[in-house]
T-cell receptor
Framework: KAGVTQTPRYLIKTRGQQVTLSCSPI?????VSWYQQTPGQGLQFLFE???????NKGNFPGRFSGRQFSNSRSEMNVSTLELGDSALYLC????????????????FGPGTRLLVL | EDKVVQSPLSLVVHEGDTVTLNCSYE??????LLWYKQEKKAPTFLFML????IEKKSGRLSSILDKKELFSILNITATQTGDSAVYLC?????????FGKGTLLTVNP
């Protein structure tokens, strides 16, 4: 069974540009979460999607947005890039059973390393 | 605000030593506690704990959760150089994982 895939793996952008990152979950998984990892802050939650609906969002500015498609694939977008957005962006998937019982393992993709110059 | 604190932040041991990594948390609507291992790439899953007092084991690794005292420990016995990594603790609640900063474990031969 294929794991979580993310594209692109590496990206270099300049300040002010925007970027779109893509994530394909494990087959059958309907929940996709996004995290930002930096040396100073560690892994921080961005947002979670299930069946095309955002169920939770972390404390990030509105420049960070995401969406999920009917096939569970997800994209996140960062507009007006800042130097501080340089990070490893990780996507994770799980079955995402509805009902609020969040006792599921999240499996991570390899990440997209974004460098903003 | 949800909070997960891991200690120590870093640890250097010799092969064969036993280590204990700590994780304490303050989270609303706790659902689960997970341990991950990260070696310069994506975190890989180790354990998920949902009930107090039940130890989970996988080879030389084991973990236990105390929901009354709000902490978990990860034990690694007979450490090997391949155990060198960052170990991350995360708590699941409200459709998200809140991570600690991790413990950097270095195992020297």
């Amino acid at each position: 069974k294929a794991g979580v895939t993310q594209t692109p793996r590496y990206l270099i952008k300049t300040r002010g540009q925007q970027v779109t990152l893509s994530c394909s979950p494990i087959s059958g998984h309907r929940s996709v979460s996004w995290y930002q990892q930096t040396p100073g802050q560690g892994l921080q939650f961005l947002f979670e999607y299930f069946s095309e609906t955002q169920r939770n969002k972390g404390n990030f500015p509105g420049r960070f947005s995401g969406r999920q498609f009917s096939n569970s694939r997800s994209e996140m977008n960062v507009s007006t890039l800042e130097l501080g957005d340089s990070a490893l962006y990780l996507c994770a998937s799980s079955w995402g059973l509805a009902g609020g019982s969040y006792q599921e393992t999240q499996y991570f993709g390899p990440g997209t390393r974004l460098l903003v110059l | 605000e949800d909070k997960v604190v891991q200690s120590p932040l870093s640890l250097v041991v010799h092969e064969g030593d036993t280590v204990t990594l700590n994780c304490s948390y303050e989270v609303t609507n706790f659902r689960s506690l997970l341990w991950y291992k990260q070696e310069k790439k994506a975190p890989t899953f180790l354990f998920m704990l949902t009930s107090s007092g039940i130890e989970k084991k996988s080879g030389r690794l084991s973990s236990i959760l105390d929901k009354k005292e709000l902490f978990s420990i990860l034990n690694i016995t007979a450490t090997q150089t391949g155990d060198s990594a960052v170990y991350l603790c995360a708590v699941g609640s409200n459709y998200k994982l809140t991570f600690g900063k991790g413990t950097l474990l270095t195992v020297n031969p």
